[in-house]
């Protein structure tokens, strides 16, 4: 980006670039993993083999696939609870995501942290956190982190429309944009908060603007286009890079399932929902886009299908079958 005027403006720049068929088929290929194994936690849920809460991430997948993407090793990434997908994104592997999921000692967190708190310092991902908000100045320390130590290195902090309401963000804008750290915020806007649309609860619906009395430029990026999101990264970490400090994407979203599994959804139509379905799925889609292109045959789409269900399987088998955390570990990893 040349300045924050065209950031803002979300023109294309140098660091921008068109992807290539392989990664083009890798985004397919990732959205799916995520989607199918949401899937498979929800089953897991229903059965009684998740403890605690459990936010699904289905719909909102080709954000996390697409931000990741533009990542170089060294980047962290830090989120709130809704976050398996985020860890699969990261390389985090199904297994122990599953495992940390139903209370394992196969899990990333030994299965002490649940749904919501789970870590891999291996793939720099900071958590899954429970609290609304509060993956948000802990991802700005990071970046301050960075930012000391000059390592190059950008921190990813994502948060949702329903946090961007809180404090704590603006008091991370003002420090980030004043000490110009290289984080990228990026707001999931999946249009509802809790139980709450977007409309009813933020006086300021257009979240990319959240910044601009910290003149911290900002950007609204089709959240269910993972090309278009893969572009917005890209610019942004570039933005974040070289030194010109935080800047804001707004992802618009949608999530298909209640806020968690324990929420009906009431506050929607069923037909709100199927028509997102219908008309922006962003698997569905993408991979008629890749038909279309000749990048992939629908057999080759169906092959992904039957592998990435396998792998999931198995993950699923592996926390059936690891054992629970001995009454011992209650005591570790307090302190790190």
């Not at 397919?28 to 989607?35: A, E, G, S, T």
């Not at 110009?180 to 619906?205: D, F, H, W």
């Not at 601009?212 to 890209?234: K, Q, T």
Request: hydrophobic share 35%.
């Amino acid at each position: 980006m040349a300045d924050a005027k065209a950031a803002q403006k979300g023109g294309t720049s140098d660091a921008a670039r068109a992807a290539g068929p392989d990664l083009l088929k890798k985004f397919y290929h990732d959205m799916l993993l995520i989607r199918r194994f949401e899937e498979k936690a929800g089953q897991l849920y229903g059965m009684g083999l998740v403890g605690g809460f459990c936010h699904l991430y289905i719909g909102q997948e080709a954000v996390v696939v697409g931000m990741q993407a533009a990542l170089k090793d060294g980047d962290e990434v830090i989120t709130a609870y809704r976050d398996h997908g985020h860890m699969l994104a990261c390389g985090m592997d199904p297994k122990g995501v599953m495992a940390e999921l139903t209370g394992r000692a196969g899990g990333y967190s030994k299965g002490k942290g649940g749904s919501m708190h789970m870590f891999s310092a291996e793939k720099n991902f900071y958590g899954g956190h429970g609290i609304v908000g509060a993956q948000v100045p802990i991802g700005t320390g990071l970046a301050f982190s960075n930012k000391y130590k000059k390592n190059d290195n950008v921190c990813l902090t994502y948060f949702g429309d329903g946090a961007a309401n809180q404090g704590q963000v603006y008091e991370s804008f003002n420090m980030a944009e004043l000490w110009k750290l290289p984080i990228v915020y990026a707001i999931e806007n999946n249009q509802y908060a809790m139980g709450t649309s977007v409309q009813r609860s933020s006086a300021e619906t257009h979240f990319y603007k959240r910044g601009a009395s910290f003149n911290i430029p900002g950007r609204e990026v089709d959240g269910m286009d993972v090309e278009a999101v893969y572009e917005a990264a890209l610019e942004a970490i570039a933005w974040c890079r070289s030194g010109k400090g935080p800047i804001i994407l707004e992802l618009k979203t949608y999530r298909y399932r209640g806020h968690s599994m324990s929420d009906p959804a009431k506050y929607r139509t069923r037909e709100e929902v199927q028509s997102v379905r219908e008309k922006r799925d962003p698997i569905d889609h993408f991979g008629q886009h890749l038909v279309e292109k000749g990048i992939a045959k629908d057999e080759d789409l169906k092959a992904v299908d039957k592998d990435i269900r396998a792998i999931i399987n198995t993950a699923a088998e592996f926390a059936s079958e690891s054992p629970e955390p001995a009454a011992g570990e209650l005591y570790t990893d307090v302190l790190a």
